[in-house]
């Protein structure tokens, strides 16, 4: 079966091996971040609906399920905010009815918890991990580049709400962009709001693949540690660490790298590790694909990036 709504299994850095689900078009989003790896927000919405046929995507995972693969998570993510999807709720009930044995985590911006039915909807996961990167209206707009019904204050008390009435883990993500958001003032504010929030845990992360903007540059580690410990709880997000065997799709290598990088820039490492082939082997499949000008590479700090040409995405 092709998969149009699954993609991965993929080794996240924060969920071990993870199947993603996609409920949205590529790029539909509340928000337009300046570091996005998904690229421009290009349907920036507000309005909840049927993105993509709930019928279409329980029939995928029933396939992909049926044969009880190791999956640490399944994570609602991919091609821009996945609580824009009006069946989300539906979607996590049919699971959390028929595989109950998966653990399920919902990566969202975290923009729509100001309404108390996606807050409902959002319940049935393990665990939710919002991202939350500024406190300061001024800092969110420059930043996250939202939605103009979005406002930053509305978002931390929706936040607020979550906590207090789902009983799972809570684990908020924030992005230091430097220039923008790590500095002292703006810190301090982040960390006022993240005390009413009350998360599990706080994740930091900062650009390791080309965003949306070429002018956002990764902070720096000693900067990262700093902010990590002024915050409290709060840790910085590690690498994948191979070791486990991913299980991946029964289907050619070649659209499996294609279906990866269509979602965001990786490396040949990350490749790798998501496809547990052997350096040798994906090198001839990548030489392919750029011999055939369908990918290119792109040099960052964290390495050389494999992404498609845009002709092709
Ligand atoms: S980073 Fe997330 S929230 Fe921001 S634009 Fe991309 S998909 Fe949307």
């Known amino acids: 079966m092709k998969y149009r709504h699954l993609f991965g299994p993929v080794p ?48 995928e995972l029933g ?8 999956l640490d998570y399944i994570t609602f993510s991919g091609s821009g905010e996945p609580t824009l999807h009006a069946g989300l709720g539906e979607i996590i009930d049919f699971l959390k009815e028929n595989y109950p044995r998966y653990s399920l985590c919902l990566l969202t911006n975290g923009t729509l918890f100001t309404d108390a039915a996606v807050r409902k909807q959002a319940g049935g996961v393990d665990l939710i991990i919002p991202s939350l990167d500024t406190a300061t209206e001024k800092t969110f707009q420059l930043l996250n580049r939202p939605h103009p019904d979005l406002k930053c ?16 883990k809570i684990i908020v993500e924030v992005f230091i962009a430097p220039g923008l958001n790590d500095y002292p ?31 956002v540059t990764p902070a720096d580690s000693r900067k990262m540690q700093e902010i990590a410990s002024y915050l409290k709880k709060a840790e910085l997000i ?23 990088l269509r979602r965001r820039p990786c490396t040949v490492k990350d490749l790798q590790q998501m496809l547990s082939l052997r350096p040798s082997e994906i090198q001839k499949y990548i030489n392919h694909l750029l011999a055939k000008d369908i990918i290119e590479m792109e040099q960052k700090e964290r390495g050389t990036f494999l992404k498609i040409k845009k002709n092709h995405g």
């Not at 003032?185 to 903007?213: F, V």
Request: proline letters at 5%; glycine letters at 6%.
């Open 153 to 168: 204050a509305d978002i931390i008390e929706g936040l607020i709400k979550l906590r207090s009435e789902y009983m799972g």
């Open 185 to 215: 003032e703006e810190i301090s504010a982040l960390k006022k709001a993240l005390d009413k929030i009350r998360p599990d845990h706080i994740q930091l992360g900062t650009l390791d693949r080309p965003g949306t903007e070429e002018w």
């Open 238 to 260: 590690d690498t994948f660490k191979p070791g486990q065997r991913i299980f991946t799709f029964n289907d050619s290598h070649s659209r499996q790298i294609l279906q990866t």
């Open 12 to 59: 996240s850095r924060r969920l071990g091996v993870s199947l993603g689900v996609d409920l949205v078009r590529l790029k539909t989003c509340t928000l337009d971040c300046v570091y996005c790896e998904c690229g421009k927000t290009t349907n920036c919405t507000v309005e909840r609906k049927e993105y993509v046929p709930p019928a279409e995507v329980r029939e």
């Open 63 to 70: 396939d992909y399920l049926e044969n009880k693969p190791h």
